[in-house]
């Protein structure tokens, strides 16, 4: 069994897919951060300085009652809260990495019909009689002399 995991995971196709996931969360991590410290703050100050980070609802009060001013706050009070606004970023965090991917995929299948020449055009044909490639615009055949129809 050992040595059939061992086959199995030197594969191409798994090692493909392991450097895969980890370049998508590298990917990751650089996407929250455009989105966290790039977007996100000229939207809420466009907005009238809102960080959507801290956009949250409390479900239920902690030990310090509120309000609160901040998610970190809020939990350091032990209150229970919905965080909408990491919800928003992480969205937004979903769009990106999906357009992103989009966009590789959709260049890549571009590259890809880019290197798929049409088929060429014949310039040779068969004889009909003794299937000896003569020129496609030949009306008789050099080898047995027989007379061919026209292509």
Do not use: W
Not at 142 to 149: F, K, R, V
């Amino acid at each position: 069994m050992l040595k059939e995991f061992k086959a199995f995971a030197m594969r191409g196709n798994v090692l493909d897919m392991a450097v895969g996931i980890i370049i998508g969360a590298a990917f990751g991590t650089i996407v929250t951060s455009l989105v966290n410290d790039v977007i996100m703050p000229p939207i809420g100050l466009l907005l009238g300085n809102v960080d959507f980070s801290n956009i949250f609802a409390v479900l239920k009060e902690g030990k310090t009652p509120g309000p609160y001013a901040s998610v970190a706050a809020a939990k350091a009070a032990g209150a229970v809260t919905m965080n909408m606004g990491v919800f928003i970023n992480t969205v937004i965090n979903f769009i990106i990495v999906a357009l992103a991917i989009f966009l590789l995929i959709r260049s890549i299948n571009r590259l890809k019909k880019i290197e798929e020449a049409p088929p060429a055009v014949p310039t040779t044909k068969e004889c009909s009689y003794c299937i000896v490639s003569i020129p496609i615009k030949a009306t008789r055949c050099p080898h047995c002399t027989s007379e061919l129809q026209a292509a």
